[in-house]
Nanobody
Framework: LVQLVESGGGSVQTGGSLRLSCTAS????????MGWFRQVPGKEREGLAT??????????????YYADAVKGRFTITRDADKKTVHLQMSNLKSDDTAMYYC??????????????????WGQGTQVTVSS
């Protein structure tokens, strides 16, 4: 397993923006897929966006997959060293308030709909959106 460290969470007003970052301790096959999830107490973990940087030519995976709830508002990017992913969040709503987690795995499917494919998880960073 690799270590994942998130940063960038905080408090923001409705309509505002935040940028989360997650850095892996190394780039290996176990971090070819990296993504973002979030969880509110009492609810299931929700997949948001994923980005695949491995060698398998999966259509669309190298641009990012997004959950419908955040499509058009959130953008996932990955640095050239492939160790860091960012989640740019804009037009934030109160419903976006949650603990945000970075995750990594070796899956070429690399979908936010498949949290069970991810082997490594960060500690989480809190995002609070208020009016």
């Amino acid at each position: 397993l690799v270590q994942l460290v998130e940063s960038g969470g905080g408090s923001v007003q409705t309509g505002g923006s935040l940028r989360l970052s997650c850095t892996a301790s190394e780039y290996t096959r176990m971090t070819e897929c990296m993504g973002w999830f979030r969880q509110v107490p009492g609810k299931e973990r929700e997949g948001l966006a994923t980005f695949y940087s491995g060698p398998v030519p999966v259509p669309g995976a190298h641009e990012g997959y997004y959950a419908d709830a955040v499509k058009g508002r959130f953008t996932i990017t990955r640095d050239a060293d492939k160790k860091t992913v960012h989640l740019q969040m804009s037009n934030l709503k109160s419903d976006d308030t949650a603990m945000y987690y970075c995750a990594a795995g070796s899956t070429s499917t690399c979908s936010p709909k498949r949290p069970w494919d991810f082997d490594s998880w960060g500690q989480g960073t809190q995002v609070t959106v208020s009016s």
